[in-house]
């Protein structure tokens, strides 16, 4: 019989350190199951001190669901398409300037794409000295946090999400050929998470442009609000990065972004996996 997992809260808002797992080995039903829940109630899980090759943690997250390759090619890994590379540097080595900057305005993953993703992972192999971290938003927690009223107007709206297409998306403009490929999508701006079946408050800076039925202007201002509201610290968990982490977070029920604020002239390379579900 699996033993139950030992579980270090990160913060007051989300986060668990799990305990005692090499995720080299195979994970039987139970154990993956406890994790699971884990991932549930934590939203953010880490394990410390692992050593995955891109095929090893291809199979971890293929526990979780379907894998697929990163939207850009040229961060996917060369031999495993699957897994993609975060980093700072180029395959030369030499230091890439977006780098620093590379995903650090608050959004939630592939929100544009026609099926929303489970969860993602990311495994560090090379940290800066300092800095280097990602920060995550409780989104269940954010919508719980919102008055009466607010819940109730964000109730009736349908978020219009795009590529890099919400305020806070002209960061990125220029540095992509991708912003026009991915149609407009329609999503409700407060989603039940799909097992727990809590209200996610599902509005991002990156890709929701407006709502249905409002005015430019009108609309911008709440997705400006609502990014406001989560990004206070009773809904925060900023990750500081060891070698060997590997980290899962629920694409769904968190916003996340870099810290971008890696010291020049240090590297940070971490593998990453995005997961659909089945």
């Not at 199951?33 to 899980?45: G, K, N, Q, S, Y």
């Not at 809590?198 to 009108?218: A, Q, S, T, W, Y």
């Not at 604020?261 to 996996?273: A, S, W």
């Amino acid at each position: 019989m699996a033993m139950p997992l030992t579980i270090r809260p990160l913060s007051d808002a989300m986060g668990g350190e799990i305990a005692g797992i090499d995720l080299r080995n195979p994970l039987d039903d139970t154990t993956f199951a406890a994790i699971e829940t884990a991932l549930d109630d934590h939203l953010v899980i880490v394990f410390r001190n692992q050593d995955l090759d891109p095929p090893a943690l291809a199979a971890f997250g293929q526990r979780f669901g379907k894998l697929r390759p990163h939207a850009l090619e040229s961060y996917r890994h060369k031999e495993h398409e699957d897994v993609s590379y975060i980093r700072n540097v180029d395959d030369e080595g030499n230091f890439d300037p977006f780098g620093k900057i590379r995903a650090s305005t608050w959004h939630a993953d592939a929100t544009y794409e026609a099926d929303l993703p489970r969860a993602a992972i990311l495994h560090a192999k090379e940290i800066p000295e300092s800095g280097g971290g990602t920060i995550f938003a409780n989104m269940c927690a954010a919508f719980d946090g919102l008055p009466g009223e607010k819940q109730d107007k964000l109730a009736d709206l349908v978020a219009l999400h795009g590529y890099t297409t919400g305020p806070a998306g002209s960061y990125y403009q220029g540095k992509n050929d991708y912003a026009d490929v991915y149609p407009e999508r329609r999503r409700p701006s407060v989603l039940p998470h799909p097992r727990t079946g809590r209200p996610i408050l599902f509005v991002n800076p990156m890709h929701v442009h407006g709502f249905e039925g409002l005015e430019e202007k009108d609309a911008l201002a709440i997705v400006e609000d609502m990014a406001s509201h989560a990004e206070q610290c009773r809904f925060v968990y900023h990750h500081r990065w060891q070698v060997g982490d590997v980290l899962v977070w629920d694409e769904q029920a968190t916003m996340h972004r870099g810290a971008g604020d890696t010291p020049e002239g240090q590297r940070r390379v971490l593998l990453r996996t995005i997961v659909y579900p089945h």
